[in-house]
């Protein structure tokens, strides 16, 4: 039988204040490598998704930060993946952006960096998967932020993280485990994982 869902166990959200402080969602935590004037920013993002099953990948940023404007003059990015153990990292990378002094951009001098073959940005050293991206689109408008999307032109794997028919996957996964973020404020270590009950002919 329906139920209207306000006789459920819930509580509607105040649409004035900022929702998405409000509980906690599961995120990817990325970090994008841009290439800014003479130097090289990094930083971190967790609104960041596959856009499809081709080479597409987006993320969201703002005008606000030097990335959005790196990204649109040098028509490129990359995109780290870190793994659990580099969470400071991936958090130090995030200085910059709110520099004062400017010592916060030396911090970035001393971030094991690795460098791609096609795109002339720094990645975060010993992350799990990295991809290259040019640039396709900018989508301007979701507030004061905006919707960058780039096609990938490489992507690089750790080798232990590479799936295979001869691999048990929850064993892959356990013994190397996965960084996410739960917006906004805590990470974990996935390590335990399971099979998705997916239909009869399930397709993508």
């Known amino acids: 039988m329906d139920s209207n869902i306000l006789s459920e166990k819930v509580v ?28 090289y920013n990094l930083a971190p993002k ?3 998704t596959p856009l499809g099953f081709q080479n597409y990948f987006g993320f969201v940023c703002t ?18 993946f870190p793994k659990p153990d580099q969470v400071v990292l991936s958090s130090l990378a995030s200085l910059p952006r709110c520099e ?40 301007d408008g979701f507030g004061e932020h905006s919707l960058i999307s780039g096609k990938i032109v490489a992507a690089h794997l750790d080798e232990n993280y590479l799936r295979s028919s001869e691999k048990d996957e929850q064993f892959m ?9 739960l917006a906004h404020g805590r990470f974990a270590a996935i390590k335990d994982s399971y099979n998705f009950p997916y239909t009869k002919g399930f397709k993508k």
């Open 46 to 48: 967790h609104m960041a």
């Open 100 to 139: 004062e002094g400017g010592w916060e951009k030396e911090v970035l001098e001393h971030i094991p960096i690795s460098w791609g073959s096609k795109v002339n940005a720094p990645m975060l050293k010993d992350s799990y998967l990295y991809f290259e991206c040019e640039l396709d689109r900018v989508i």
């Open 173 to 181: 996964i356990y013994n190397n485990p996965m960084l996410a973020f």
């Open 12 to 39: 509607t959200l105040d649409m004035n204040t900022n929702i998405w402080d409000q509980f906690f969602t599961i995120a990817p935590l990325v970090v994008i490598g841009t290439k800014e004037d003479k130097h």
């Open 63 to 80: 005008p606000k930060h030097s990335t959005y404007h790196n990204v649109k003059f040098e028509k490129s990015f990359t995109v780290s």
